[in-house]
């Protein structure tokens, strides 16, 4: 698993809280006693699921531990435990399990997904927003140079054609589980500024898995690559700012009552 860097990650926290608020906005439930921040982060969206059911038990789950050290000082109310999504069982069945940008990093969606349904108490809600941004030049430049024949052998498939299936899959998946299912898709029209503001923002998220493994010279010359690239598909506009479109699958289920 890729390290985490909070102060890269959270450098473009406005954009990336967007969508998470846009799907706490889509959850409505009577009020949760139990409430899981899966794949929680920096805890900075934790904080806003507190915000919205402050008398709900929190608690964030992550798998980087310069992560929740970040959390537990930006959200000290709240509980953060080490876990890995993969593997993780709640201990009592939660009203809400809320994840945001975190599950396209785990396999298997299809074993996943219904899992973790299945770990809510009856009504409970899963509420899911991950990124729908592979095919965009963006990531399908890195994929290219990752499969270039100076990084091949190193990096593999380190970065994924698309870990996260089409809205139909999903709703294949879950409506026969649930007794709501509600899934959409938003493009962002993100306006980033500074200077290489997309290789920065790849940096802190898409980029982390081959990084990682690279030491000093490769991660260079790779971002030098890559951002020729990248410069050339995505240009300044007059202002000076960088558009970024981003596209993103939300998903809300509902447990059925049993």
């Known amino acids: ?60 789950i992550d798998n980087s531990e310069p992560m929740l050290e970040t959390a537990r000082k930006t959200a000290p109310g709240i509980r953060f435990d080490y876990g890995d999504i993969a593997s993780w069982t709640p201990s009592e069945p939660p009203d809400v399990i809320y994840s945001n940008a975190a599950l396209q990093w785990v396999p298997d969606h299809e074993a996943l997904f219904p899992r973790l349904l299945d770990a809510l108490a009856p009504g409970g809600v899963l ?27 190193k990096l593999g498939d380190r970065l994924a054609d698309s870990p996260v299936a089409s809205a139909a899959d999903y709703h294949r998946l879950l409506a026969p589980l649930a007794a709501v299912t509600d899934i959409w898709e938003t493009e962002y029209l993100q306006v980033l500024e500074g200077d290489s503001p997309i290789v920065k923002w790849m940096c802190g998220t898409t980029l982390r898995p081959i990084l990682d493994v690279m030491d000093e010279g490769e991660a260079r010359r790779f971002l030098t690559a890559y951002s020729e690239r990248i410069d050339a598909v995505y240009s300044r506009e007059a202002d000076g700012t960088t558009l970024f479109p981003f596209r993103r699958l939300f998903i809300v289920a509902v447990a059925r009552d049993q």
């Open 127 to 153: 509420a899911v927003q991950m990124p729908l941004n592979f095919r965009a030049p963006s990531h399908r430049i890195a994929r290219e140079l990752a499969a270039a024949p100076e990084w091949r052998t």
């Open 1 to 60: 698993m890729a390290s985490w860097d909070p102060e890269r990650y959270l450098g473009f926290a406005d954009h990336r809280t967007r969508p998470a608020r846009d799907l706490l906005a889509a959850i409505h439930c009577r009020p949760p006693r139990r409430v899981v921040d899966l794949g929680c982060g920096a805890g900075n969206v934790s904080l806003l699921l507190a915000e919205r059911w402050p008398e709900a038990a929190m608690v964030g």
